[in-house]
């Protein structure tokens, strides 16, 4: 069973920045490399929502359109690692954050948090106004 720990989060001014990290343990995942991995947050009241996605190799990200132009998701496949890095953040933004990584192996992520049965503790940001 993969088991992905998140990190980073915290209070942040609006139109501040924080980078959360994502991170797998490499003593249940050692072909991470080869899965793609994305990013969810969940904020009070509201269901999981999808928000980056980036392939295996990290050459193909995506974004949902609510953060698009103020995230940059990357990877570094040889500590097992996928950062957020969120820019220019909102109150809207205010959620607790989750990473996952896909059931299958070169393709990308699913957008639907609902296909997903285990998650992390996630990492709160709190975004003040």
């Known amino acids: 069973q993969v088991r992905l720990s998140e990190s980073g989060g915290g209070l942040v001014q609006a139109g501040g920045s924080v980078t959360l990290a994502c991170v797998a343990s490499t003593h249940t995942f050692s072909d991470f490399s080869d899965y793609s991995v994305g990013w969810f947050r969940q904020a009070p009241g509201k269901e999981r929502e999808f928000v980056a996605s980036?392939?295996?190799?990290?050459?193909?990200?995506r974004y949902a359109d609510a953060v698009k132009g103020r995230c940059t998701i990357s990877r570094d496949n040889t500590m097992n690692t996928v950062n957020l890095q969120m820019d220019s953040l909102k109150p809207d933004d205010t959620a607790v954050y989750y990473c996952n990584v896909a059931d299958t192996r070169g393709v990308m992520i699913s957008r639907r948090a609902s296909d997903f049965v285990s998650w992390g503790q996630g990492t709160q940001v709190t975004v003040s106004s």
């Open positions: 980036i392939s295996p190799a990290g050459s193909i990200p």
